[in-house]
């Protein structure tokens, strides 16, 4: 009886033990569960950068055209004393660069004081400059800036690629663009190629192509474009 009951126990601490070979295995387990768990929390967090950053740099090129469209649209010939035609609503027009006449920061409609607004790119950021108009006998001017603003746009500029155009593109009322083929001088110191002052009239429509990279985004700017006609300067032109 002794025998017996001692062989069952033997028995028994035989099953519920665990050898090393046991230990080995599930520790094996343990660190793959642990790899698998961890491999998949790291794409998660790249997805997850990456969809933040893609979203900020879309943001942040959506606000840039918002902006340009609002200042375009609402572009306007300047009448000058003692010239029978107005002076043209773009001043200046190159690729990257762009100075025009506009009604954006209107305060008063019954007397509309116009602003001279440069879009133009330093230190690989858009800049939006503005120069209020000043009163002179009947007429506005802007040798004197009644008022005088400059800030960043947006993030970083990043130059068109491939299909891509670059910040801006001119169209007549035809809808065909009109070449730049200014050069030195005749950009009145803006980057080269610029538009010729023969076309700065026949401006209809501005195409603005935004290329930009959010702030501290590494994965590759947003591509946004949109075309905005200039209803004030008297060039129909068909917007899309």
């Keep these: 009886m002794i025998r017996r009951v001692s062989r069952r126990l033997r028995i028994v601490d035989n099953e519920d033990g665990l050898g090393l070979v046991e230990i080995l295995v599930a520790s094996l387990l343990g660190l793959l569960l642990m790899a698998a768990v961890g491999a998949a929390f790291m794409n998660t967090a790249r997805v997850t950068s990456f969809t933040i950053q893609n979203r900020s740099s879309t943001q942040t090129a959506a606000d840039a055209m918002q902006e340009i469209i609002e200042v375009v649209h609402l572009a306007t010939p300047i009448a000058v004393q ?74 970083t500029f990043v130059p068109p690629s491939g299909a891509q155009n670059y910040l801006f593109t001119y169209l007549d009322a035809n809808g065909n663009v009109l070449p730049l083929t200014g050069s030195g001088t005749a950009c009145g110191g803006y980057p080269a190629p610029c538009l010729p002052a023969t076309s700065l009239p026949l401006v209809g429509s501005i195409i603005a192509s935004v290329n930009l990279l959010a702030p501290g985004a590494t994965n590759g700017p947003a591509y946004l474009q949109s075309k905005t006609g200039m209803p004030n300067v008297g060039v129909q032109t068909e917007i899309n």
């Design 82 to 155: 003692g010239q029978v035609a107005n002076t043209p609503a773009v001043v200046f027009g190159g690729r990257t660069d762009l100075q025009i006449y506009s009604l954006v920061d209107v305060t008063d409609p019954v007397n509309p004081a116009p602003s001279r607004v440069t879009f133009d790119i330093q230190s690989g950021n858009l800049v939006d400059t503005r120069c209020g108009a000043t009163a002179s006998n009947g007429f506005w001017v802007f040798s004197t800036c009644a008022s005088n603003s400059k800030r960043t746009v947006a993030g």
